[in-house]
Nanobody, 130 residues
């Protein structure tokens, strides 16, 4: 099983990016997928979750209203649409997958500080300049 992120780039504040996460080797609908980010010198933080089985989602307060998460279940791809980007959004963005949880359960894992997701991608860099 593998997660491969793409779409990271350098943009100016106020700009938009769409990150993609291609999942291979998974039974796609059995997992909750999440986007996390880690800025230099900071802890990894969760950004958004999606349960592809029913389309339920969760967006963290820090990005709500600017970021959305979606999936293309036919292509096994998870997207993170990021609008109105700010310099503080600069980070490496990671895609992750955890098996068999509901969204509330996955939120607990995501915010619990242990990041016990089953699979992780290698990340894609997003840089936002002011």
């Amino acid at each position: 099983a593998q997660l491969l992120e793409s779409g990271g780039a350098s943009v100016q504040a106020g700009g938009s990016l769409r990150l993609s996460c291609a999942a291979t080797g998974f039974t796609f609908d059995d997992y909750v997928y999440g986007w996390f980010r880690q800025a230099p010198g900071k802890k990894r933080e969760g950004v958004a979750l999606i349960r592809t089985h029913d389309g339920s989602t969760h967006i963290e307060d820090s990005v709500r209203g600017r970021f959305t998460i979606s999936s293309d279940n036919a292509k096994n791809i998870i997207y993170l649409q990021m609008n109105n980007l700010r310099p503080e959004d600069t980070a490496v963005y990671f895609c992750a997958a955890v098996w068999g949880l509901t969204i509330p359960q996955a939120v607990g894992v995501m915010t619990g500080g242990k990041y016990d997701f089953d699979y992780w991608g290698r990340g894609t860099q997003v840089t936002v300049s002011s």
